[in-house]
């Protein structure tokens, strides 16, 4: 009895040890464009914006809250660290328009006209996010909503001008994931695509491959989330023409969300005194040329070692079949290439059989 217990006693703390998933170790590949993860903490948030830095270059904020690295156990997709966003009422950043809280990445993230990336990152929305909010200049309309901002966005540049809204935003709705390819002309989507559900306090894991231009017949789109292909190759505009495209993340949303000034027809407040904060998380930025450069390596083949390696090019990024459903994946358990979060991980889910239900690894979940 006292040696089961001292295998129980070693299994529970391999498990608390390995709750989370490990940072992937993606080999030395020369088509890796950078690398945006938060693993050295707050220092990776700024001063990163030299040509082939990794990190992040600048942060648009006035309150030190609207952007912070989280520290285990807080939500953290992989590795120790991934950074919460916070934005409310009256969070303008300089001279800009609207409330903000983003961050942007160094020199080569940004995109020119004929460029073709990969991209893999993760948003976690928590359970109280709210997706739209009333229309400030239709609150006679119910149905009138405005979204409650974007997490994901490239904007644009001519190299100092830049005017309306930028041409690609992701965002998260009350009840799905969109993203909104925008009109240069009126700054209004001139299309938004459902991408799949948003499940609240779930780490989505995202994957897109995009070739930039702001010809229709040129420019596409790919995505995928938690390994299924929820855009297939979508032909489109997403950039201007003259401008280059360069990526911001955080929370980006309407000035007027959270006003206390802002009034119904009948004269209540449609806002309270708190300013209507919104917060969401994201881990692990990476960028590359190929599909292979920005997903985790796959485990070495078992058995005779005679499986089919996966297929190259545009295919969806998954060496097992593509499933068929968008259910709820634990962060780091199942990575798009069908890879491991790590070999304590495996040896973990090993031991418990010793103990059933008691060492079943706990969900992260948004405070």
């Not at 998260?172 to 299309?191: N, P, Q, Y």
Request: aromatic letters at 10%.
């Amino acid at each position: 009895m006292q040696k089961l217990s001292l295998v129980i006693a070693a299994a529970a703390a391999l498990l608390a040890g390995t709750a989370h998933a490990a940072i992937p170790a993606y080999p030395d590949n020369p088509d890796i464009i950078w690398r945006g993860d938060f693993e050295d903490g707050a220092p990776s948030l700024t001063t990163h914006c030299n040509y082939g830095d990794n990190g992040w270059c600048n942060e648009q904020i006035i309150r030190p809250q609207q952007i912070q690295i989280t520290n285990d156990p807080d939500p953290i997709f992989e590795g120790h660290h991934a950074v919460r966003f916070e934005v409310k009422y009256g969070d303008v950043y300089s001279t800009y328009s609207d409330e903000r809280s983003l961050l942007s990445p160094p020199l080569q993230m940004w995109e020119d006209e004929g460029n073709e990336r990969w991209y893999r990152w993760q948003v976690m929305w928590p359970q109280d996010w709210v997706g739209s909010y009333p229309k400030w200049d239709e609150l006679g309309t119910p149905a009138s909503r405005n979204n409650a901002g974007s997490i994901v966005e490239w904007h644009h540049s001519n190299g100092g001008f830049e005017s309306g809204s930028a041409p690609l935003y992701f965002r998260g709705g009350d009840k799905f994931i969109e993203i909104c390819l925008v009109d240069h002309a009126t700054s209004a989507c001139r299309e938004t695509i459902e991408l799949t559900e948003l499940l609240r306090g779930h780490w989505h894991d995202f994957v897109m491959h995009a070739k930039w231009s702001s010809n229709p017949d040129v420019g596409f789109l790919e995505i995928w989330i938690d390994g299924v292909n929820v855009l297939p190759k979508h032909m489109a505009s997403n950039k201007y023409p003259g401008m280059r495209n360069y990526l911001l993340i955080g929370l980006y949303r309407n000035v007027h969300i959270g006003d206390p000034n802002l009034l119904y027809p009948d004269g209540t407040h449609v806002y309270g005194t708190d300013g209507a904060p919104g917060v969401a998380y994201v881990d692990g930025f990476i960028a590359g040329k190929t599909k292979e450069s920005v997903l985790p390596p796959q485990p070495a083949p078992v058995g005779d070692g005679t499986s089919t390696p996966p297929a190259s090019g545009s295919s969806a990024p998954s060496a097992t079949p593509e499933p068929t459903t968008n259910a709820p994946v634990s962060a780091g358990a199942v990575f798009p290439q069908g890879g491991c979060s790590s070999t304590g991980y495996e040896a973990a889910w090993l031991a418990l059989p010793l103990f059933g239900l008691f060492a079943l690894r706990r969900r992260r979940s948004a405070a």
